[in-house]
């Protein structure tokens, strides 16, 4: 007899351990920890929204006949971690033997492989790309581009290929998908579920022991099995899907959704796996029902980015999350935390975050990301805010698309360039510049937008690293040509604002 160890994101009844177990004799081991729920200090309805996931399917496992051990966050005997319940449920059914899925975070890998019991790790199939494939793809490349990784998976699984062409003739429809939104009340928001009465159990659980953790428990409106996963894949694909990718870049201020799918928590939790969220897509598009671009958009978000960072993730190790190529380490602003800055955008995604445990993916990049980069935030103390407020945050998903993508602090290794931009980008791209108490248009002086000043301070600090850059002559080209005594007022404007932002004094 083998415990069967399931964690709170591989609710997956057909990958893993679980589709290796024996249903007759194993023991199936769930557990709420303190250890997991406060590694970081992660947002309520994260927790929340694990918690319940958890619990349903533990139900759902028993009604399917197998034996489960269940152990709630407030069970007397509760250890406090996977390690510990698993030595807990080990002495007392008499085994030494478990079966795991591996893990998805390098910490939880270590902590099974010190067990001093026999475990055996299976790997987790849910994946479109296996880790081997990866690795074979990745070997003797100099740079390892999700570009590149992205055509070698479409060929792979066949989305959206016409024989060995792709669909249309291009890989990639970016230049149909930069388009500004505009305020739509038509707009349907995302499918809500109503709190059944374990999620509502859950709730006042999590606002026991979480409630001094950022973010708001209520109004909860996850889905929390894998029926109400599914509805929400159904809703986006019909509702949404179609004009995904044409403002899939845009951003609007009383709008936080706008037609992105919020899928990622259920593919992170196991209830869709990225074949079935895939294959909707490319039926919707081969139905006439969805355009390329959104379906192509779409698709290499999951197929393309979602497998890259993965791949990235388990490729390079533990260390992957200590870097910090650029040497940044001013400390993280409290307006992170709380809200309080004059900058429209930041303090609009910073409450969104707060209120959904949710922002797309340019809001973190172009918004948050930008800013902590271009202000030489330490990439640690970002990376630790972005895994503690969103709901879809976990280590291996997380951490590439923050150290790399988002804040240059792999040097280099996912990004042939720093994701970076003055204030011109994010009013181009949004309706925050409107309202907001700086002007985007003001390039020094004290009403300047703070991405203005930052963004030629960046580049100017660290243009040893940079100059030599095909992706960033132009703008350096554009500096050089600026009148020295405009290029020192820049700078002097710049520094006057960090010195500001390291007293703590309001943005």
Partial sequence: ?????????????????LARADRDRDLVVMAEV??????????????????????????????????????????????GSIAGELLRRAEAEGTDRVLATQPGEWRLRQALADLPLKVTVCPDDRFLCPPEVFADWAEGRKVQRMEHFYRMMRKRSGYLMDGDDPACGQ???????????????????????????????????????????????????????????????????????????????????????????????????????????????QAAYE?????????????????????????????????????????????????????????ACVKAVVEQTREHAYAHHIQRLMVTGNFALLAGIDPGQVHDWYLSVYADAYEWVEAPNTLGMSQFADGGTLGSKPYVSSGAYIDRMSDYCRGCAYKVKDKTGPDACPFNLLYWHFLDRHRARFDKNPRMAQMYRTWDRMDEGRRETVLKDARALLTRLTKGQRM
């Fill in 34 to 79: 303190m250890d997991e729920a406060t590694y970081v200090r992660h947002h309520p309805k994260k927790i929340i929204l694990v918690l319940a996931a958890m619990r349903k399917f533990a139900e759902a496992l028993r009604a399917d006949g197998w034996r489960v051990a269940y152990t709630p966050l407030d069970d007397a005997d509760n250890a």
């Fill in 1 to 17: 007899m083998s415990l069967v160890l399931v964690l709170g994101d591989q609710l997956n009844r057909g990958a893993g351990a």
């Fill in 287 to 343: 139905a006439g029902d969805v355009p390329i671009n959104s379906a192509e958009g779409f698709i290499r978000q999951i197929l393309g980015w979602r497998e890259y960072v993965r791949g990235i993730y388990d490729l390079h190790g533990p260390g992957y999350a200590a870097q910090n190529a650029l040497g940044h380490d001013r400390d993280l602003p409290g307006f992170y935390w709380d809200g309080q800055t004059d900058m």
């Fill in 171 to 281: 890989w990639n429809f970016d230049h149909d998908n930069r388009k500004p939104a505009r305020d739509d009340l038509l707009r349907k928001p995302p499918r809500r579920h109503r709190p059944c009465a374990v999620t509502e159990a859950v709730i006042a659980l999590v606002k026991d022991r979480f409630g001094g953790h950022f973010g708001a428990t209520e109004p909860f409106w996850f889905a929390t099995d894998r029926q109400g996963a599914l509805e929400c894949l159904r809703d986006f694909v019909a509702h949404h899907l179609p004009e995904f990718g044409t403002y899939q870049d845009a951003m609007l201020a009383n709008d936080p959704f706008l037609h992105h799918a919020l899928l990622a928590p259920y593919l992170n939790l196991g209830l869709l796996t990225p074949a079935e969220v895939c294959d909707a897509a």
